[in-house]
Antibody
């Protein structure tokens, strides 16, 4: 079955960077885009961007452009999200999710989430 | 690119039907048939309920249905059950390879 397994929780200082991984299993990694979505505690979902694992091309939501980088390693079916210049309001759960074959149609499988806490 | 607008909360009694609206603009909901809906129970990951405005993934109950008119999409839950109590989010393609979520709606089953 499809599985997305994310890396563990992180605690970072303001101004630092964090890199979260998302390992895919149970399907052909390059056949589906990967979304990254975050959710601050008690808040709603926020789409950060997506990456096409086949080409490596990524698209970012405007609030994150310039501060977020999405990459992938096809040899280990893993996608990565790096967020730089962390602020306290970046404290959130970060989810990866597998897109449907039509990439913009939605996501049918989600990782368990990675809590990133930013505090001085 | 602004978040789609959803009511903060809705409620209904078991067996009733409720609808949740999702209002965007001509730049997102109004221009593309790429609206999806998610259900999220507390402490759980989101679950896809609807994609491409009206389509249900296999395994999703037919009590969930959805539609779109102009810049507003709607999710309807019929035969409300206690297990439907959760947060619901809409999401739309917004052009330029970007998506945008709604602010979320908390459904309370009375």
């Amino acid at each position: 079955q499809v599985q997305l397994v994310q890396s563990g929780a992180e605690v970072k200082r303001p101004g630092a960077s964090v890199k979260v991984s998302c390992r895919a299993a149970g399907y052909t990694f390059t056949d589906h885009f990967i979304y990254w979505v975050r959710q601050a505690p008690g808040q709603g979902l926020e789409w950060m961007g997506w990456i096409d694992p086949r080409s490596g091309g990524a698209s970012y939501a405007p609030p994150f452009q310039g501060r977020v980088t999405m990459t992938r390693d096809t040899s280990i079916s893993t996608a990565y999200l790096e967020v730089g210049r962390l602020r306290s309001d970046d404290t959130a759960f970060y989810f990866c999710a597998r897109a449907l074959p039509q990439a913009a149609a939605g996501s049918d499988s989600w990782g368990q989430g990675t809590l990133v806490s930013v505090s001085s | 690119q602004s978040a789609l607008t959803q009511p903060a909360s809705v409620s209904g009694s078991p067996g009733q039907s409720i609808s949740i609206s999702c209002t965007g603009s001509s730049s997102d909901v109004g221009s593309y048939d790429l609206v999806s809906w998610y259900q999220q129970h507390p402490g759980k990951v989101p679950k896809l309920l609807i994609f491409e405005v009206t389509k249900r993934p296999s395994g999703v109950s037919n009590r969930f249905s959805a539609s779109k008119s102009g810049n507003t999409a709607s999710l309807t839950i019929s035969g409300l059950q206690a297990e439907d109590e959760a947060d619901y989010y809409c999401c739309s393609y917004a052009g330029s390879s970007t998506l945008v979520f709604g602010g979320g709606t908390k459904l309370t089953v009375l």
